[in-house]
């Protein structure tokens, strides 16, 4: 009971209610709207001070289109986040640029993301001229060079250009322009999957530190369920726009409810290969986010499904304490 309470007191950063992105199909030579894409169909979760809420599914779940609608690069269909008391999914202009101050993003592809044209200096000192955060030239070269130092890059590397770096560099570079502009919250869409497995390991340690050091707040999208473990305190699973699981991490790994959540659990690789692990085989493909399954939309591909998960949606609702799940036969 204690326990409970003490989870219900913490500060929410950021709540996000019933969130909808889809993106039009156009077709035709006056190129009229044939159809919708439901990339994000109706999800809600909230995140914590402190905490990294994980979010984590296949590639084409919709994971990383929540991330970049919450972020305002993309404008949502419909739902509301509340980040600070103000609904960010309707602000516009200045608020909106405001806004981005305290929320930042760091993006999957270290290669693209940063202006091959820039040095490195530019590249971070962007976002603290644009928010007004530093005196002076000298005072903005001294905050770059801090920030690079904080990364773990030398701030003697600030002349060059993205190009002279591996791509574990500049991700860093990516994740000091995140922290230049002192973010409240910062979304990180599948920021280590295009590293190297060991340059991973350092770059997921690297983001834990700068949380503990800065008190900062993470929404981090994988497809990676073993590196979301390792990162994340809460964890919410998603499959074809549906958010179909979310708990703790404890709980979503010892007690995995939902049979999408217990699929990409025992896929995970061991490392002695003596270990016999029973494996769930999902048969058939993703079905398309252009025309979903009815009632449950993983129905086509689940190991217990029964006439009812065709026929209706299950809800997504509190199967027991802080476990949310979205199963008729969740147990």
Same mark, same amino acid.
């Given at each position: 009971?204690?326990?409970?309470?003490?989870?219900?007191? #913490?500060? !929410?950063?950021?709540?996000?209610?019933?969130?909808? =992105?889809?993106?039009?199909?156009?077709?035709?030579?006056?190129?009229?709207?044939?159809?919708?894409?439901?990339?994000?169909?109706?999800?809600?979760?909230?995140?914590?001070?402190?905490?990294?809420?994980? $979010?984590?599914?296949?590639?084409?779940?919709?994971?990383?289109?929540?991330?970049?609608?919450?972020? +305002?690069?993309?404008? @949502?269909?419909? /739902?509301?986040?509340?980040?600070?008391?103000?609904?960010?999914?309707?602000?516009?202009?200045? *608020?909106?640029?405001?806004?981005?101050?305290?929320?930042?993003?760091?993006?999957?592809?270290?290669?693209?993301?940063?202006? @091959?044209?820039?040095?490195?200096?530019?590249?971070?000192?962007?976002?603290?001229?644009?928010?007004?955060?530093?005196?002076?030239?000298?005072?903005?070269?001294? =905050?770059?060079?801090?920030?690079?130092?904080?990364?773990?890059?030398?701030?003697?590397?600030?002349? +060059?250009? @993205?190009?002279?770096?591996?791509?574990?560099?500049?991700?860093?570079?990516?994740?000091? #322009?995140?922290?230049?502009?002192?973010?409240?919250?910062?979304?990180?869409?599948?920021?280590?999957?295009?590293?190297?497995?060991?340059?991973?390991?350092?770059?997921?340690?690297? $983001?834990?530190?700068?949380?503990?050091?800065?008190?900062?707040?993470?929404?981090?999208?994988?497809?990676?369920?073993?590196?979301?473990?390792?990162?994340?305190?809460?964890?919410?699973?998603?499959?074809?726009?549906?958010?179909?699981?979310?708990?703790?991490?404890?709980?979503?790994?010892?007690? %995995?409810?939902?049979?999408?959540?217990?699929?990409?659990?025992?896929?995970?690789?061991?490392?002695? %290969?003596?270990?016999? =692990?029973?494996?769930?085989?999902?048969?058939?493909?993703?079905?398309?986010?252009?025309?979903? %399954?009815? /009632?449950? #939309?993983?129905?086509?591909?689940?190991?217990?499904?029964? %006439?009812?998960?065709?026929?209706?949606?299950?809800?997504? !609702? *509190?199967?027991?304490?802080?476990?949310?799940?979205?199963?008729?036969?969740?147990?």
């Amino acid at each position: 009971m204690v326990e409970t309470e003490k989870i219900t007191a #913490r500060e !929410e950063v950021l709540t996000v209610k019933n969130l909808v =992105k889809h993106f039009p199909i156009r077709g035709g030579v006056f190129k009229t709207i044939v159809g919708w894409v439901q990339a994000v169909d109706d999800i809600s979760f909230h995140v914590y001070k402190g905490e990294t809420f994980g $979010l984590v599914g296949e590639s084409g779940c919709g994971k990383t289109t929540a991330a970049m609608t919450l972020m +305002r690069l993309y404008n @949502p269909t419909s /739902g509301s986040a509340f980040f600070g008391g103000r609904d960010i999914l309707s602000i516009r202009g200045s *608020e909106l640029r405001g806004l981005k101050k305290n929320i930042q993003m760091i993006f999957q592809d270290p290669y693209s993301s940063l202006n @091959p044209r820039m040095r490195v200096k530019n590249i971070i000192a962007e976002g603290i001229k644009t928010h007004h955060l530093a005196s002076g030239r000298q005072d903005l070269l001294d =905050k770059v060079a801090d920030m690079m130092k904080k990364v773990g890059l030398s701030a003697d590397h600030m002349y +060059r250009f @993205p190009h002279e770096f591996s791509g574990g560099q500049r991700q860093r570079i990516g994740i000091a #322009r995140a922290l230049a502009v002192e973010p409240k919250l910062i979304l990180c869409d599948e920021p280590v999957s295009a590293l190297d497995v060991s340059i991973q390991a350092q770059v997921v340690n690297l $983001l834990k530190d700068l949380q503990n050091q800065f008190g900062l707040t993470y929404v981090f999208v994988a497809h990676d369920l073993a590196v979301i473990k390792h990162i994340s305190d809460r964890i919410g699973v998603m499959y074809l726009g549906k958010m179909v699981e979310m708990t703790d991490k404890r709980s979503l790994f010892n007690h %995995p409810m939902h049979p999408y959540t217990r699929a990409l659990i025992s896929a995970i690789p061991i490392p002695n %290969p003596e270990l016999k =692990k029973n494996r769930t085989i999902l048969v058939g493909d993703v079905p398309s986010p252009i025309n979903p %399954p009815s /009632g449950c #939309r993983f129905h086509t591909r689940c190991p217990i499904a029964q %006439p009812i998960c065709k026929e209706q949606e299950p809800l997504f !609702e *509190e199967k027991s304490t802080g476990h949310f799940v979205a199963c008729h036969f969740a147990k």
